[in-house]
């Protein structure tokens, strides 16, 4: 079985910085990407970042470029999002996810097959 377990939320306040991970375990994949979402209170989750497990290639959303940096330790099986210059409007529960099978760009939360719990990411202004 699967799991994806987050860590590194937490209160920060406006311009400060967190770095979250998210450590898979349970199986190998030999194709797969891993990506963030968030959810705010009344929102929908929305994509935040993904990379592609090999060759380690990135998109981010609009609202997170030049602020945001996700990377990947093989070694580790983990996913890290690097948070600069947060803001309140990034105050969400922040999930990791997994894709396990194609290895592509993907955007939606349709296109992922396990989730993590959650963490809560709180910027104070």
């Known amino acids: 079985q699967v799991q994806l377990v987050e860590s590194g939320g937490g209160l920060v306040q406006a311009g400060g910085s967190l770095r979250l991970s998210c450590a898979a375990s349970?199986?190998?994949?030999?194709?797969?990407?891993m990506g963030w979402f968030r959810q705010a209170p009344g929102k929908e989750r929305e994509f935040v970042a993904t990379?592609?497990?090999?060759?380690?290639?990135?998109y981010y959303a609009d609202f997170v470029k030049g602020r945001f940096t996700i990377s990947r330790d093989n070694a580790k099986n983990t996913v890290y999002l690097q948070m600069n210059s947060l803001k309140p409007e990034d105050t969400a529960v922040y999930y990791c996810?997994?894709?396990?099978?194609?290895?592509?760009?993907?955007?939606?939360?349709?296109?992922?097959?396990?989730w993590g719990q959650g963490t809560q990411v709180t910027v104070s202004s």
């Open positions: 990379i592609v497990w090999t060759g380690g290639r990135t």
């Open positions: 996810a997994l894709e396990s099978t194609r290895g592509g760009i993907w955007t939606t939360r349709t296109e992922y097959d396990y």
């Open positions: 349970g199986r190998s994949f030999s194709s797969y990407t």
